[in-house]
């Protein structure tokens, strides 16, 4: 779960526009590598930050993006 929470984050600051055939915003798939580096900034983070519950949110906004058509 940690590890889409940094992906999150990633998504975004990166996240563009609506496809063509949906209106959904299309999620961007990143290599395990890049993850790798997201998770690793992640967890440099500290604990009280605010930071961390803005990523849960996002994490939460992308899970949802299976449920958009």
């Known amino acids: 779960m ?3 929470v940094g992906a999150a984050l990633a998504l975004a600051l990166l ?3 609506c ?3 949906s209106k959904c915003p299309k999620p961007i798939v990143y ?3 890049t993850l790798k580096k997201i998770e690793k900034a992640r967890e440099a983070v500290p604990r009280e930050s605010i930071l961390l519950q803005l990523l849960e949110d996002y994490e939460s906004g992308r899970e949802d ?3 958009c058509r």
């Open 2 to 4: 940690r590890f889409g």
């Open 65 to 67: 993006l299976r449920f």
């Open 15 to 17: 996240a563009g526009g």
């Open 31 to 33: 290599d395990e590598a």
């Open 19 to 21: 496809g063509s055939t």
